[in-house]
């Protein structure tokens, strides 16, 4: 991950030419409200959220679009309240909001108590991101979400993707390697980052093969699956294009797999996606507010806000699988500056297994 935020560090140097909120004088807030399925919110989230609320227009998640999202930036000159919106339409969500009670009950039995699946025979399979192999201490590998796989008796394995492999090309990575996982009864993947879109891919490929029947669930998690702005702007800008190239040649990634996830008209992973019938999709999406953008994240938050809230390396509107259920990982960004309580992180897995694997 560090590596693609130095190939898109070029963009950094791009005037961005947007209108600026005047700062308001430093105020003490507190940080103590419940509400909106959260614990500790600040009074100026609590202010984004209650406006949030009582906004008329895009009343369910459905009806938000990317360019509605954009509006609201472009009228209020504030991404926060865009950020905010999406969140409270993903709560409203009755799936969504049952999603999260049964994280808030599940995580307290897992302080104490672990479930046993081994006699299931299930796998995790990691989808992992780009540069994972370079750099497995961004968290690109999932290795801490599959150590929690092995503490439940679940297997797991990393995907042996290409790290820079454009999405098509992973897409038959990632199919070879299912149909040749005879030896179990079930597969979740786990996607991270650009993992997502290799899967997304290969959803496309082989989703309708009779081997792909024994994925029943996909973990979305931040997942890229309709491309980055970002490369799209640094393809179309001969500076950036040459500046970030040169950096990949020096490196000797593959270009072409960078380029794959670009976005827009014509991008790879432009397409709408047909899912197969007996599939979960858990989505997670980090949704920031301004305020509590990392280091790493800021610059490309900053420069993709012209197209409307995002993470860091995508739009929140592009970030989950419609017909998933989807969690929000409150004040985080691409890169989880704030770690997800990792009983909480177990009771995803759970939720999967009783969800899918059930008559296993």
């Known amino acids: 991950m560090r590596y693609l935020c130095l190939a898109i560090l070029v963009l950094v140097h791009c005037h961005v030419d947007r209108e600026l909120k005047t700062p308001e004088p430093d105020r003490v807030v507190k940080c103590e409200t419940n509400a909106y399925m959260l614990k500790g919110l600040c009074d100026d989230e609590v202010e984004y959220l209650n406006w949030a609320a009582k906004y008329p227009l895009y009343p369910k998640l459905a009806d938000i679009t990317q360019e509605g999202l954009q509006k609201i930036v472009l009228e209020t000159k504030d991404v926060d309240r865009a950020a905010a919106l999406y969140y409270h339409r993903v ?65 797991e394995a990393i995907i042996p993707v290409e790290q820079t492999g454009t999405v098509e090309t992973n897409g038959k990575i990632i199919c070879d390697f299912v ?18 879109g290799d899967f997304k891919k290969a959803i496309e490929q082989c989703g309708k093969e009779p081997y792909f029947q024994k994925v029943r669930a996909w973990y979305n998690i931040v997942g890229i699956n309709k491309g980055s702005h970002l490369i799209t702007d640094i393809d179309q800008t001969w500076q950036y294009k040459m500046e970030a190239r040169s950096y990949f040649c020096w490196k000797g990634y593959n270009w072409d797999g960078f380029m794959s996830m670009r976005a827009g008209a014509g991008a790879p992973l432009e397409t709408e996606l047909k899912l197969p019938p007996n599939l979960l999709v858990v989505n997670v999406v980090a949704v920031p ?11 490309f938050y900053e420069y993709l806000i012209r197209y409307g809230p995002n993470d860091g390396m995508t739009l929140l509107a592009d970030s989950a699988i419609s017909e998933g259920v989807t969690f929000v990982s409150w004040r985080n960004d691409h890169y989880f500056r704030f770690p997800i309580y990792r009983p909480r992180m177990q009771a995803f897995l759970v939720y999967i297994v009783e969800k899918k694997f059930a008559d296993l």
Do not use: H
């Open 91 to 155: 709560i409203s969500e009755p799936r969504n909001k049952e999603l999260v009670e049964f994280l808030d009950r599940r995580q307290i039995d897992l302080k104490t108590t672990k479930p046993d699946f081994s006699k299931k025979k299930l796998l995790l399979a990691l989808a992992p991101g780009m540069f994972y192999a370079d750099n497995p201490q961004t968290g690109a590998d999932g290795s801490e979400l599959r150590a929690m796989a092995r503490e439940m008796g679940v297997a």
């Open 179 to 196: 149909k040749s996982r005879t030896d179990v009864q079930g597969i979740i993947v786990a996607s991270i980052s650009k993992g997502s």
């Open 289 to 299: 507010l301004f305020r509590f953008v990392t280091d790493r994240a800021r610059p």
